[in-house]
């Protein structure tokens, strides 16, 4: 196959880019808080910020697998830098998420969330998916990659597949219960789409003579 030319996007190195998709992750938070704020959530204001909250954390986390596929098709390196922040964001939508199911449907009860985690195999997967993507938030930063090193570290942060496979079992058997797979397939394609692509890219770049395996 041959290797693709580099697309200039020297823009994405502008400060202001980065700005730009901070901003664009907080829209859905503040369409939430208005909607709250002004009654527009439905009759269920409740359900809708649980249901909205989870979907948000499963999109930032698609986007976040798109960007090393996306990153080595178009040769643009730039949107490496782009990355944690989105990272970040799928956590911090995640943990929200959390808070939404915490307050709205267990009263903040702890005990009561601890039973809840142990008697719905949908809520445990759940609560696996966010300890994994709490690891990789908390492992994101500078003085963790040194500590670990490289590889890894890369190693490590590898499990955000694993995050995104959790993540769809906990929406497929969410779904079960309604018979209603339309949007669980949406999303299964895109990250098997995202999965396939990278472990092309990483058969294609490990030839003999490429860059060594850790470094893809
Ligand atoms: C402790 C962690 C978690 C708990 C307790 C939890 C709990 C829940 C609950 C109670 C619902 C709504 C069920 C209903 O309305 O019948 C839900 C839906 C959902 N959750 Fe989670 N969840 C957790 C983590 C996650 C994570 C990490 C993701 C994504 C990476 C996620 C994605 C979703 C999605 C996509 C839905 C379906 C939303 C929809 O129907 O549109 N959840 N979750």
Redesign the pocket.
Known sequence: MPKPRPMRAGWLLHPSAKVLLFTLCLLPLAWLVFGAATGGLGANPA?KL??ST??W??RL?CFTLAITPLRKLLGVQQLARFRRMLGLFTFSY?LL??LC?AGF?MGLDARAIVLDIAQRPF?LV??S??AL?LALAITSFQPFLRWLGGRRWQALHRLVYL?AVL?LL??FW??AGKRDFAEVFVYTTIIAILLMARVMLRWRLAGPGKAPAHML
């Open positions: 359900e649980i249901r989870g979907d954390t499963l986390l995640a998420h959390l199911y449907d809520i759940g609560a998916t966010f993507l995050c993540a906990h929406f969410m779904r």
